[in-house]
Structure formats: C-alpha cells, structure tokens
C-alpha cells in the first residue's frame, strides 16, 4: 500500500464546488489557491510568492455537506491526502495537485460560521407510523437537522449542576 503525504491548506475556495454522482458514489471538487506571503529583505516590504493550485475532492458524505456548505470565495480549511494527477489540456498533458479531502471547514479567522448535523435519510424510515413513538423532531426536508439543544442532538445532556449532585464545587 502507497502511504499519501497529508496536508492541511488554508485558503479562499477559488471555485464553486462541482457536484458528481457519477458510478454511485457522491463526488464533489473545488479549486483553493494558496499563495505565501514573503518579507523582502531587498525592499524591505512585503509581498507575495508564487500561487499554488489545488483540486480538493471530497467523497460519499462529506462530498454531499461540501456541495451544500462551501461557496467560491469562502475561506476554508482543508485536511487530506496530497498526490498529483495529469490531465490533458490544449497544450497536453498537464500535471496539478490534487487533495484527497478528509476533512473540509470554514477558516473561523475571518469570520463566523454555524453547523447544522446531516440527517441521513437511510437512517430514519420514511412510515411515519413507524417513526410515531420516537423521541426528537421529525427530520428537516432538505436533510439537515438544527443542532438546537437535547432534542436536536441525541448526544447532548444537560450537565449536572455540582450543587445537587453533592459534588464541593472550587474555584
């Protein structure tokens, strides 16, 4: 088995992510260019370096929550596996970076954002009969579910309060 170098790249989306569902497998890529920034000791001000171009493609769900979440021009925060692939253009064939995503996020730096968790449709029945005694709110038609608290969020409890529980509480 080939081990892949992992990286992680912060920068802008510099296109719309591109939806496939091509052979059963949802498919979904973008372009992130990365530029550095450089100090010239020379002129003594800064500037940038040469820009680097990646194809992030991102696969099964994650390729779904990318497709909905991420728009050209977002700052993002992508972890993967790096390998180059070769593409034929006009001027033949032509080597790029490619990023097996693993993970996919907006750069909280520049601004704020919120999470919504992805209902799976497999997961729940579509009989309301059968979903009539369950616990929590009925799924959202465009598949996701707000994380609002206990009933959103089967996960989430409330905590305990230390006074109650006979636990001395210091500062």
Not at 67 to 93: C, F, H, M, N, Y
Not at 99 to 120: E, M, P, T, Y
Not at 139 to 157: I, N
Request: glycine content about 10%.
């Amino acid at each position: 088995m080939r081990k892949a170098a992992t990286i992680t790249v912060t920068g802008w989306a510099g296109s719309t992510p591109r939806e496939v569902s091509g052979g059963g497998v949802p498919f979904t890529s973008f372009r992130i260019p990365v530029t550095e920034r450089r100090f010239d000791q020379r002129t003594q001000a800064w500037g940038d370096g040469p820009t680097e171009w990646y194809t992030v493609k991102a696969f099964r769900d994650l390729a779904l929550n990318v497709a909905e979440s991420i728009r050209k021009g977002d700052p993002v925060v992508v972890t993967g596996r790096l390998r180059t692939e070769v593409w034929q253009s006009d001027k033949g064939p032509q080597p790029g970076f490619v990023i097996d995503a693993d993970a996919v996020g907006h750069d909280l730096a520049w601004g704020a954002s919120s999470f919504r968790r992805r209902v799976h449709r497999s997961d729940a029945s579509e009989d309301p009969q059968e979903n009539a005694g369950q616990a929590g709110p009925p799924a959202r038609d465009d598949g996701m579910q707000d994380a609002a608290g206990p009933a959103a969020d089967p996960w989430a409890t409330p905590a305990a309060d230390p006074d109650e529980a006979g636990v001395p509480c210091t500062p």
